[in-house]
């Protein structure tokens, strides 16, 4: 997964300024780009920067898979995701785009949308699922680390996109390979730390 440094560290009034449409700088780290096959550049470009109309064009063009892995086995619908480019996330979508491509790292585009607190995007991933069981894939989907999108909506501390998930039905108990829920990667004493044990306390026990 191509990652930006600092996407777990943003604040909630960064969170909140994002929302109401403000633009922030973000800075991204990727390996060489040579590692792209030369006939995706311009995908991967468009995808990168947030295009739509190169986007647009490198998709009427494209031969083979819109799937296909541009960089550390992300797609350009896990890049556009990454980088909270929603209108590009729309166009891959109705491309035909999958919903549960997997990085390398074993993440799915709504871990990317989750993780970088982009509320729009998470939401539009969860409605454009064909049915429900997808939707119930998609947010039990777990990363190399054990982690769900709820995990990294936490560690985010995107409250917003943590209630999303939780009204679509995310599991508050989920325990990652560290034996970690949601809760447990709050900070103390936090709006998502409260969220998250209010929802865990709901949960039946077995």
Known sequence: MAVPRGRNGRN?????????????EQEFEFEDPNSVPP?????????ENGNLDAL????????GSIDQPLEDGDTALHLTCLYGHLSCVQLLLERGAS??????????PLHDACAGGY????????????????????LESVDVEGD???????????????????????????TNIYGKTPGELAAPDTEPQRILDEAASAVPSH
């Open 119 to 138: 509320t729009e995007i998470a939401q539009l991933l969860i409605n454009s699922a064909p049915n429900p069981d997808c939707v119930k894939r998609m």
């Open 99 to 108: 919903l549960e491509a997997k990085d390398e790292d074993g993440a799915l």
């Open 56 to 63: 647009r064009h490198a998709l009427d063009n494209l031969t």
């Open 12 to 24: 909630g009034e960064e969170e909140e300024e994002e929302e109401e449409g403000a633009f922030f």
């Open 148 to 174: 769900t999108p709820l995990h990294h909506a936490t560690r985010g501390e995107h409250v917003n996109v943590i209630r999303l998930l939780l009204a679509s039905g995310a599991c508050p108990t989920r």
């Open 39 to 47: 006939h995706l550049l311009n995908l991967f470009d468009a995808a």
